[in-house]
């Protein structure tokens, strides 16, 4: 059946997109009748509600400067200005763009001494109009004309040249903080972060950049709720969500099911969707996803190189090149580039290698059809290292340095990731989207496998085994968007369907019993015997192949009912076949579960800066136990009951959002000895509260924080564990604190300093609860200092040297400890 239902639905998105070709598609050029993101009934609110609309844009040059003339709708006040940097920033209340070409303005070079030009709208019905200087902050006259509001503009004088005539510079605010995010993409709708009724936390590019944080899961120590879990021997980016292990991680949208440690040169920022998401992705854990949009194409030319180098022989240049390939601009592309180096902080300078390039085109077809076409490729070796072990109830009392594994343990990746994306606006309230996304991960590994620790003598057996794994994904996304109305009600609407399909196989192999020489934990030797070969594994125990074949099938309407309160329904059905092969028996199985996932919000926007949401979602996972029939076992269901707040502060530079969640994973299987099968009787349960805070506090003052509590625990027996057991690696407090503060004027201005503490509870160090992973605060620090098109930067991570530990992979003998102190030094140029 599902094979028919993929065929019919494959050719269904391909008739869709049959308009889309040059040939078919119209070429009216529709946005130059009505902006697309102003319809003819949002139009008439916003003269209803008394705003003034800037219609058309003006940039006239002369000798001396240039004149910015915004033609309107009516009247506006004259505007005070401000400056920041080099740039002057007007703020113009109770008024709205609503150009021919979209809803923002920009040019680039238009005299010599300016540099760019440029106009968007902001929450809370201001436009802002930001004009930067080369050398310094252009001056300006604002005055109120028959057409409209004309700023003449004279480029500003740097300081050297100045000489005594110091300009005064009154400074109010500067252009909106890269603190403060305002969409994300994980929901598939196009609707702000302001009007969603869940918790979806953004970390955006600059913070990233402000803690020089090189791994995802760096930056995502900035979200409530959020910890790692073990890694595999530190090879793979692995997350703990609301107290729920997360399988997979996306990128743009996309499942990624590959085992690596994802890079971080081209995201753009990183999505958080809290809770249950089977609505909008399927098969899913309930504690949420994380979803990494990567940088596209510029409009501008840009290019920017940067190095970083540090503690323990790290260094890492980069490069970020883009613009349009024409003149008219319909072609555009850039290009991502990193390399890593690194001895790491583990004895024995273990050796990390890593190469990335990312180039991305894209193609403006029609005015309203565009194509972009993405690649990447990774390869990657690391050392295999399982970290520390435990003794008794705590870490074993040993450096965190301290390597159990051999000198010749190693992991290497090849991954390549390559797809396209092909956008159609039929007019101002529809258009469609089609993807596609190919993925290919492969992966082998040879290690000294830690097994059991004897306390007394610190002596632990180990094990030489290799695993060798592939990977192929192959997804396809169609999806509508579109708005409309049924009498007074508006709805945004969204309707599609995924395919994939996703095979994973490979072997594991080990070095017979008693053939591995133990190691001891207070007085390592490495190199007692010659590492094997891969032909003297000879201990086969995984060979097997395992294809997963879903189709998804969605639904999403956003409805405003009235001026401040929205609804949410959504719905989603899932039919996935699932067939693994064991080649070590000859045995197969298959099952074909399907599941419907629901979701309903409801947000209500008492005041303006201020919204009240309450949700209720469903998400699903296929069940890999059988019960005594040798059936497979019905889904897990996942199911969550949401309260939260999210307000706007300090006329929108600052969000605050306060969650209070509840969450119930039922249909666990656990095994039932009287029977010797699985019974889907166990169960998990989640509940807590959490509060993220990002934005900018006063001009040159940005912040993300974050504070979370969980009560995790088993509520029915699941193997053996007894209800009310701790959950594995999940603290019940978590919180954070970034902020930094960069001088905005005078003799010192670009300075900037940064400073960040991080805390993660105690928690439970392995299923058993046998032992303890302690509770850690760790603290970092950050000078810099941006001037012109450069930029220098120190960052010191762990600044008091804490010993602590990050997560547990399995059992007592893979514990991943933090790195120490590290200095991490950046300079980078932009042209």
Do not use: C
Request: hydrophobic fraction near 40%; charged fraction near 20%.
């Amino acid at each position: 059946m599902v094979d028919k239902l993929q065929r019919l639905l494959l050719l269904a998105g391909v008739l869709a997109l049959v308009p889309l070709s040059p040939g078919a598609a119209e070429t009216e050029d529709r946005r130059s009748e009505r902006p697309r993101s102003l319809s003819a009934e949002a139009s008439q609110l916003d003269l209803a509600q008394g705003l003034v609309q800037i219609t058309d844009v003006q940039v006239d040059t002369s000798a001396t400067g240039l004149r910015l003339v915004l033609e309107t709708s009516g009247t506006l006040t004259a505007p005070e200005t401000t400056t920041a940097g080099n740039a002057l920033t007007a703020e113009i209340p109770n008024a709205v763009l609503a150009l021919p070409d979209g809803d923002s303005f920009e040019v680039a070079d238009p005299i010599d001494g300016i540099a760019r030009v440029a106009l968007t709208n902001l929450a809370g019905d201001r436009v802002q109009v930001s004009i930067t200087g080369i050398e310094a902050p252009p001056t300006t006259d604002v005055s109120v004309e028959a057409t409209g509001l004309v700023l003449s503009v004279v480029p500003g004088v740097a300081a050297a040249a100045a000489a005594d005539e110091e300009a005064l510079q009154i400074l109010v605010t500067g252009e909106r903080s890269d603190y403060v995010p305002t969409e994300a993409s994980v929901t598939r709708l196009d609707v702000p972060l302001r009007d969603t009724p869940r918790s979806i936390q953004v970390v955006p590019r600059q913070v990233i950049e402000d803690q020089a944080a090189n791994r995802v899961g760096d930056a995502l120590r900035n979200v409530s709720n959020v910890v790692r879990d073990g890694g595999f021997g530190g090879t793979a980016d692995q997350f703990i969500m609301r107290g729920f292990f997360l399988r997979n991680i996306f990128r743009d949208g996309f499942r990624d099911p590959t085992f690596s440690i994802l890079e971080t040169s081209n995201i753009e920022r990183i999505e958080v969707i809290k809770g249950p998401a089977s609505v909008l992705q399927g098969n899913l854990e309930p504690g949420g996803a994380i979803n990494v949009v990567t940088e596209q194409p510029l409009a501008n030319p840009r290019y920017e190189a940067q190095l970083r180098a540090g503690s323990f022989g790290f260094i890492r240049p980069t490069a970020d090149l883009s613009g349009p390939l024409t003149d008219a601009g319909d072609l555009r592309y850039r290009v991502n580039l990193a390399y890593e180096g690194s001895d790491g902080f583990r004895d024995l300078d273990q050796d990390v290698e890593r190469v990335f390039v990312s180039p991305v085109l894209a193609w403006d077809i029609t005015d309203d059809t565009t194509l972009t076409l993405e690649f990447s490729y990774l390869d990657s070796e690391r050392p295999f290292d399982r970290g520390l072990v435990a003794s008794g109830r705590d870490v074993a009392d040993i450096p965190v340095r301290r390597f159990l594994g051999e000198p010749d343990d190693f992991y290497e990746l090849e991954e390549i990731s390559a797809g396209y994306r092909l956008e159609h606006q039929f007019n101002d309230q529809w258009g469609i989207r089609n993807a596609f996304r190919f993925l290919s991960s492969d992966t082998v590994d040879f290690r000294a496998e830690p097994l059991n620790l004897n306390e007394a003598t610190g002596e632990l057996t180990r094990n030489f085994r290799s695993n060798d794994d592939l990977s192929q994904t192959y997804l396809l996304q169609t999806e509508v968007n579109g708005r409309f109305n049924t009498g007074s009600l508006e709805h945004n609407v969204l309707l599609g369907f995924d395919l994939s399909r996703v095979t994973d196989g490979g072997t594991q192999s080990r070095l017979p019993a008693g053939l591995t020489p133990s190691i001891n934990i207070f007085n390592p030797v490495y190199n007692q015997v010659t590492p094997p070969s891969f032909a003297e594994l000879t201990n086969v125990v995984r060979d097997n192949f395992i294809r997963t074949d879903s189709i998804g099938i969605f639904a999403q309407d956003q409805i405003e009912l009235t001026d401040n309160l929205q609804l949410l329904l959504a719905g989603r059905v899932d039919f996935v076949e699932q067939r693994s092969e064991n080649n070590l028996t000859g045995t197969s199985d298959s099952q074909s579960p399907t599941a419907f996932s629901p979701s309903i919000g409801l947000l209500y926007r008492p005041v303006e800066p201020l919204a009240l949401y309450a949700s209720f979602s469903r998400s699903f996972q296929p069940n890999f136990g059988t019960d005594i029939d040798g059936n497979f076992l019905d889904p897990e269901r996942g199911t969550q009951y949401e309260v939260g707040l999210r307000a706007e502060l300090l006329q929108g530079n600052l969000i605050a959002n306060l969650a209070v969640f509840h969450i119930n994973r039922s249909g666990l299987a656990t095994f039932d000895a009287a029977t010797g099968a699985f019974v889907p009787t166990a169960e998990q349960r989640s509940r807590g509260v959490e509060l993220d805070i990002s934005g900018e506090i006063l001009p040159g003052w940005n912040v993300i924080a974050s504070v979370g509590y969980i009560d995790a625990e088993f509520t029915e027996e699941f193997f053996g564990l007894e209800p009310g057991s701790r959950v594995d690696n999940v603290p019940e407090h978590t919180a954070s604190l970034w902020t930094t503060y960069e001088i905005q004027s005078g003799d010192l201005q670009g300075l900037g300093f940064g400073a960040g503490v991080f805390h993660v509870g105690e928690r439970a160090g392995d299923f058993g609860d046998t032992f303890d992973l302690p509770g850690y605060w760790r603290t970092d620090a950050a000078v810099f200092y941006n001037r012109d098109n450069w930029r220098a930067a120190i960052n010191v991570q762990n600044l008091f040297d804490v010993r602590y530990f990050t997560a547990n992979n399995f059992g007592r003998v893979a514990i991943e400890p933090g790195a120490p102190l590290t200095i991490i030094g950046t300079l980078s140029v932009e042209f």
